[in-house]
């Protein structure tokens, strides 16, 4: 209710800048192909671009539109994330897919707010960018509920005392880690935390720490840039107790960093490609075959056809995006935005998708996977639903 009461209030203000011409209708994909998360975020993309290749057009009020995917980099960067939003919204974008990185999706969502353009989030899991923004919209679960799954799987493996280690100033991870603290020490653990500023590469000290206090258990959601750093410096000091994370860890740069050596990296995430059940059989096999029918695709893969997570929500949410412009008849934004909170999609491969009234997705099911050192691949553990950790 409290998004439908802000965005009726301020449609009559708008002035509409999409484009008309020619039957195009543009979607802003506002995701980083460069700086801390840039790999995360060409995957995300990957499955946004193999989404518009199968449903290139949409039918909005009687009206075949093609569908135009504008491309920026947000450099995973809030600062610059300001101007990349900008320049969607000068693009005449209806509206907007991304951010991977929540950082970047709370800086974008106050342009988007004030330009009136809707925006649906894929993987930015903090609960800020859809509570502090009326014109974002979210298909991932949230932080809460991935620091709760991650908390009681530390605690399933015996762990009694746990070290958090996040960057400075850094959205996602701060968040993730506050919300495993206040899980894992609710179940009687113990918690002993620090964080590390941006540009930090040699982790020795904090990981020394963590052995010298006694913990039983890494919890680091950071970018795959430290995480890879992490895991080789750990590994090369035979640390035992397993390092855990979420859902950014579930990238082809961890399993790189982790392929051959003695350590046990587990992550949460939204999406196992060997789920085959529903429609996730019929896109993990042609999303495979797109990305090894195309070289470039597959670099921005990571040089692999395993399918991330990320890239089946970018796939889901282009599919939400327009089940939208078919529910609001219209490119307008402000028509888009008014039609949202109605919007259901059945058939998403990461679960069925339906708003609550602050935005997010009622998502209740998280994957808990550990990096296989010599297949170079994720092995899937378990599943987690919110009723399990009740």
């Not at 090369?236 to 392929?259: C, Q, R």
């Not at 797109?290 to 282009?318: P, Q, R």
Request: aromatic content about 10%; overall charge negative.
């Amino acid at each position: 209710m409290k998004k439908i009461l802000a965005i009726l209030l301020t449609v009559a203000l708008l002035i509409p800048t999409f484009a008309l011409a020619d039957n195009v209708v543009k979607i802003g994909v506002f995701e980083p192909s460069s700086g801390d998360n840039g790999a995360g975020g060409k995957q995300e993309v990957l499955g946004v671009e193999y989404a518009n290749t199968l449903k290139p057009t949409v039918t909005i009020g009687g009206t075949e539109y093609t569908v135009q995917l504008v491309n920026v980099d947000n450099q995973s960067d809030s600062s610059k994330a300001v101007t990349a939003a900008q320049e969607l919204v000068s693009s005449g974008v209806s509206l907007v897919l991304g951010s991977y990185g929540s950082g970047a999706s709370m800086a974008g969502g106050d342009v988007f707010a004030e330009a009136g353009v809707p925006a649906i989030g894929l993987s930015c899991t903090n609960p800020s960018v859809t509570t502090l923004c009326d014109y974002y919209w979210r298909i991932c679960f949230l932080d809460p509920f991935q620091g709760a799954v991650m908390a009681n799987f530390a605690n399933s493996l015996g762990a009694k005392k746990a070290y958090v280690l996040t960057m400075l100033g850094e959205d996602y991870g701060n968040g993730l880690g506050h919300y495993f603290t206040q899980a894992f020490e609710g179940l009687g653990g113990e918690v002993i935390s620090e964080t590390f500023p941006e540009g930090t590469s040699d982790f020795t000290a904090y990981i020394n720490n963590a052995v010298n206090a006694g913990v039983e258990a890494i919890f680091a959601p950071c970018a795959t840039t430290y995480a890879s750093l992490i895991i080789d410096q750990a590994a090369s000091m035979n640390v035992t107790f397993p390092l855990l994370a979420g859902d950014t860890w579930e990238s082809s740069v961890i399993l790189e960093a982790a392929a051959g050596k003695k350590v046990d990296v587990y992550v949460s995430t939204f999406f196992d490609e060997n789920d085959t059940s529903g429609p996730a059989s019929a896109f993990v096999s042609g999303f495979k075959a797109w990305l090894n029918e195309n070289a470039d695709k597959k670099t921005n893969n990571g040089g692999n056809d395993i399918v991330a997570a990320v890239s089946a929500l970018g796939f889901d949410g282009y599919n939400v995006a327009l089940a939208a412009l078919e529910a609001a008849g219209s490119i307008d934004p402000a028509d888009i935005a008014a039609a949202l909170p109605g919007v259901v999609y059945e058939d998403a491969v990461t679960g069925s998708i339906a708003f609550d009234e602050i935005g997010d997705a009622k998502k209740d099911m998280a994957y808990v996977k550990k990096a296989n050192n010599d297949t170079v691949a994720f092995d899937f553990v378990k599943t987690q639903s919110v009723a399990g950790l009740e």
